[in-house]
């Protein structure tokens, strides 16, 4: 897919390829958590982009042309999170979805981890990104995923703390594998688990600290699954809401 002869890079010398990810990425990172996944894989190849690579940018500038009335949502009434979501608000209090798929990449086998921050039923931290170690297991991949996402609610929590609205409970992070969750709270070594960097283990301090609780969500009720794969125009509406992404005029 990357240009391999002379007239295959000069022809992409006249394609404004890395502003057009520039913007893409400026989208993701502030509004458009719903873009995180392609603008990431778009990324990547950043440094040597081909047509294949320049077609799936306009691509996504396509469905963002085609969407742009979408905004992100915040409810803290119970009255407008009920209209909108159907279901009661969750208050000013931070929780964490997080997921990841297994060897996505066709080039080097490393998983992609994502995850999501909410506030009010509306999202407030998101993260697409590719793990730097080849994890062996979907348990592993995800919970290199779930370390991730408890690195950021420390962060978050911190502020919030520092602003005069800290959070009196543990923030509830929610996965999709319950594997993955047993290994997090189960502080004993397996032969399939043994080799599992350290670095990643925070994860049982930090819910022996209160400052996390980790528990299950079915696949169909994950929000970050947008954020790990590119998924069907339906599914990827479906998450989409459950992101507190609405196209609603009341928004």
Known sequence: MCPRTADERN????IPYKAAVGSLMFLMTCTRPDISFETSKVSQFAENPGLPHWKAVKRIFRYLKGIQDMKLFFCPWMSSCEAHYGKTSDGFQLKAFCDSDWAGDVEDRRSTSGYVLTLY??????????????????VESEYIAMSEVTKEVKWLRQLLSDLGRGQSNATSIYSDNQKAICLAKNPQ??????????RYHFVRAEQ???TICIHY??????????LTKGLPSCRHEECRLMLGMTADPIA
Request: hydrophobic share 30%.
């Open 189 to 198: 070594f397996h032969r399939r688990t043994k080799h599992i960097d350290v």
């Open 11 to 14: 022809e992409m010398l006249t």
């Open 217 to 226: 969500t079915p696949s169909e009720n994950q929000p970050a699954d947008m």
């Open 121 to 138: 039923n509306g999202p407030v931290a998101w993260s697409t990104r590719v793990q730097t170690a080849v994890a062996q297991s979907t």
């Open 208 to 210: 022996e600290n209160n």
